[in-house]
């Protein structure tokens, strides 16, 4: 008994059997002995068949796989900081803005903690809040571009209607994210899309 198919505008619709030994119909093909063509697949210009086009990834996925390299070339820019370290970016910025302005006034608990760094470092509280201000500045303008990346990417990808395109869409993150290491003079993430 032969296999036939049922193709639609170049997609197979239905695997159909010749039961009454009638040969295919129009719009019909024949499948050759060994072929496996699965609904979905699409008729080549030589009667052979490709496999459907199954998408890599669910809008879900690759918006938290953006989210998930975002954090990752956070931590690359940033040379993996520790969570906690991060979190007390903010304070140590206050303090050393407050130190730079006059080391007379600045409150014992920020004074507080530039010294214990500076304790650990051997730098003068001077040359710690320097430090701390040229850390600041920098990635502030970093996390803005990361943040403008990932959220741009999120938008392409609620914009794009076909899933297989996803793929396409977070490669062009990886490419611009590239791009922006080697600006920083990072070398770019091992990150497969």
Request: charge should be negative.
């Amino acid at each position: 008994m032969r296999q036939y198919l049922l193709i639609e505008n170049g997609v197979v619709i239905a695997n159909c059997e010749d039961v009454a030994g009638l040969g295919p119909r129009a719009g019909e093909a024949v499948v050759h002995d060994g072929d496996y063509v699965t609904n979905g697949s699409t008729q080549n210009p030589d009667n052979t068949f490709s496999a459907p086009v199954v998408a890599k990834y669910t809008l879900e996925s690759a918006k938290a796989m953006i989210v998930d390299y975002a954090e990752a070339f956070e931590n690359h820019v940033s040379g993996n900081v520790s969570i906690g370290e991060k979190l007390s970016w903010s304070a140590k910025e206050a303090a050393a803005t407050s130190y730079l302005a006059d080391p007379n006034t600045v409150p014992a608990d920020q004074r507080a903690l530039l010294q214990a760094e500076a304790d650990q470092t051997g730098e003068t509280l001077t040359e710690l809040s320097n430090a701390i201000m040229s850390n600041a500045t920098a990635f502030r303008q970093i996390a803005g571009s990361i943040a403008g990346l990932r959220r741009a990417t999120r938008v392409a990808l609620e914009a794009e209607p076909d899933p297989v395109n996803y793929t396409a869409v977070l490669q062009t993150a990886k490419d611009n994210a590239d791009a922006l290491a080697v600006s920083l003079g990072l070398t770019p993430m091992n990150w497969d899309v």
